[in-house]
């Protein structure tokens, strides 16, 4: 799938050219062929004697349009002509016509099918007579009106190249996002398989102690489940199969519920987790998936909090406000923009799909979150108030 964009707007702009090309050859070559056989299919019609039960058979809307033109008229009343009939007439004159036969006069200024007949009329002079018709001022209109349609095609044509080049762009973005997914997946799935075999070929040669390989072992076995799990969640979000079945809970059971998951740890690296929570703040969520994207918050500014991680709750103007921020030296401003990209490599060379996970269970429920610093890390979940969502 490379050179997606070069790929879609090629394919319209083809498109577009076709479209051209078979406006043109109909204006020109289709139209001025089925015009002509309106023409002479009228001046048929009109040469024929009439008949009451035969009167619409053969009518076009050209019939109206056949006009009559005797031969043989005297100088004095040419000047009574128009510029079509007088060159009708030398038309004539110039060549060996053929009675019943059809001809065609094309310049600049008209388009006239024409056939010659004699009078049928039983008098002592016979005298011939000319029915025509001029079908230039039809084809300029059709010319105008392909004009226009082709215009139309162009400008359509540009907008569709346009919107193709962005979707373009989205697919390759999609494309590029997908093949750094799963080279970054690989790469961190290896790191812990890596340290594994290392610790288990240790123990097999006798060279590292088996107490201290296993805890490795389980700490890299632990490492690589997680990831794991991240990883499906991820993948059952973006494919729609993991939607959030919806319940009424109150955010502060769930942060609470993840602080006592968190106490043994913080408690056994000495740092602190404190909490400033409201009294009520009750959500629309899945309850299971938004403790893990609460859960990922604190598991990351445990990471990098000094001494302090402080979790805070709040309902504003019917939203609730849920922030995880810690004590440390903040997140790096050329990482910033870049936080909740799945795997992204920061400045210090961390990577991980945890903030990636948690941005993604968060607009999956409507919500949005947010990364600044403020005397450290800051990252905000803001979520509509379960009665608003009701109400909406």
């Known amino acids: 799938m490379t050179k997606i964009k070069l790929k879609i707007v090629l394919t319209c ?98 388009n006239i099918v024409l056939a010659v007949y004699a009078s049928d009329e039983d008098l002592s002079e016979k005298y011939e007579y000319v029915l025509y018709v001029d079908i230039k001022a039809i084809l300029n209109y059709v010319r105008w009106l392909n004009g226009m349609f082709c215009c ?75 990831l794991i799990e991240e990883l499906l969640a991820l993948s059952k979000i973006d494919s729609a199969q993991a939607k959030p079945e919806l319940t009424e809970v109150d955010a502060t059971e769930i942060i609470n519920s993840v602080a006592n998951s968190f106490a043994p740890a913080f408690e056994n690296a000495g740092k602190q987790l404190k909490k400033e929570l409201c009294d009520e703040a009750g959500i629309l969520c899945d309850e299971r998936q938004m403790r893990k994207a609460v859960s990922n918050l604190v598991s990351n500014a445990f990471k990098f909090c000094k001494t302090t991680v402080f ?6 103007n019917a939203k609730v406000y849920i922030a995880v921020s810690d004590d440390g030296d903040g997140i790096d401003k050329v990482d910033l923009p870049h936080i909740f990209e799945r795997f992204y490599t920061g400045k210090k060379g961390n990577t991980g799909i945890g903030l990636a996970l948690a941005s993604e269970i968060v607009k999956s429920h409507g919500g949005e979150i947010k990364a600044y610093n403020r005397n450290g890390a800051v990252f905000e979940i803001t979520l509509p108030k379960a009665g608003d969502c009701k109400k909406t």
């Open 13 to 110: 702009l083809c498109s577009v050219i076709l479209i051209l090309c078979a406006l043109l050859v109909v204006v020109n070559v289709a139209i001025p062929k089925n015009l002509e056989v309106q023409a002479r299919k009228a001046i048929e019609h009109e040469k024929k004697e009439y008949d009451p039960q035969d009167e619409k058979s053969g009518i076009n809307f050209l019939s109206s349009s056949v006009a009559y033109l005797e031969i043989g008229q005297t100088n004095e009343d040419l000047i009574y002509l128009t510029e079509s009939e007088k060159a009708i007439l030398l038309f004539c004159a110039e060549n060996n016509v053929v009675r019943g036969k059809f001809y065609g006069i094309k310049d600049e200024n008209r």
């Open 152 to 226: 139309t095609v162009i400008i359509v044509g540009a907008v569709i190249c346009v919107i193709g080049l962005k979707l373009g762009k989205t697919i390759e973005s999609a494309q590029e996002i997908r093949q750094s997914f799963f080279q970054n997946a690989s790469h961190e799935l290896k790191t812990p398989l890596m340290a594994i075999q290392g610790y288990a070929e240790g123990i097999q040669t006798g060279v590292l102690p088996v107490k201290e390989s296993a805890c490795v072992i389980l700490e890299e076995s632990d490492r690589m489940t997680e």
């Open 311 to 316: 979790v805070r709750c709040a309902v504003v």
